[in-house]
């Protein structure tokens, strides 16, 4: 037996990843990775077909874990309102709470997408289609958001990266060219925290370093250290317990994944591991090689026995 590997952090295309679920299972499953959960934006899959699946096409065990990554907005110390990205693992899905939750962060995102198409033809003389061409390309995606864009920025050469697209355009840090301001009013992290532990769930705070909180200093400040111990609170505070994602696949730096395992056990939180998989850059990979026993409290306290060779 092969040293099991665990993802807690994917995408498919009922947001804005590449690949169907049963694509991205079996493409994890190919990779070693024997606990995944699909974290789809603001939406979680059924998992029975899925996991049907699994036991009809696998030779070994394969663990899904109810999973969504759920938006939430944040007050920072001088009141700069940010928007955070709370991944939920392990909830009921028939809650009634957190189907009305993932239901409310579910608009008509048409509104929004043009406002950014009219801003890159009208301000950076750029044309990637209408809201509705655009949708034709992607039958399948489910949710046509800033993703999708950056790639077609990046595919019709616009940029030389998904990531450059955030950077230069679409992004809400950096030159914020074609940056339109989300009109939606997500749910505050403290009731995306409190709907997710009501519904049975583990709240993980993902890709700390992604959110621009002191300056570009991304190991060390005040400010992040405040959002990890207001999330470490928020957490105790409703009777749960929460975890962080220290083992991202863009964090391979050893002093940046040394710095969220110090402040992960800083503030008592959870040792999560995630790749953030899109299938939307070449350099993006499910063999990360994480292996469970990185997040064996984690599984722990999602009920899951994993076998070691």
Known sequence: MLTPFCDFHTH?????????????????????????????HNYTEDLSPLRKAVADEFDEEMILVQGAEISALYNDGNEVEHELHIVALGFDPDNPNMKALLAAHQPDRKPYIDAILKKLRDDCGIDIGTYESIQSQFPTTKYIGRMVLARLLFE????????????????????????????????????????????????????LLYFDLDNGNRTGGEEKDR???????????????????????????????????RIAQKYGLLISAGSDFHAQEAWESLDHRTSCSACSDLLEHLGIKVNYP
Request: hydrophobic residues 35%.
């Open 12 to 40: 498919t295309t009922r947001s804005d990843g590449r690949l169907s679920p049963i694509e991205l299972v079996r493409k994890a499953y190919a990779a070693g990775i024997r606990v995944l959960s699909i974290t789809d």
């Open 156 to 207: 019709k050469g616009y940029t030389s990266s998904v990531d450059q697209s955030f950077d230069v355009y679409l992004g809400s840090h950096g030159e914020r060219k074609a940056y339109v301001k989300n009109p939606l009013r997500y749910s505050s992290l403290e009731t995306v925290i409190r709907t997710v532990i009501q519904a049975g769930g583990i709240p993980i705070l993902a890709h």
């Open 227 to 261: 959002l990890v111990r207001t999330f470490s609170e928020l957490v105790k505070k409703h009777e749960g317990v929460g975890g962080m994602e220290v083992y991202y696949t863009r964090y391979k730096d050893m002093g940046e994944r040394l710095y969220l395992l």
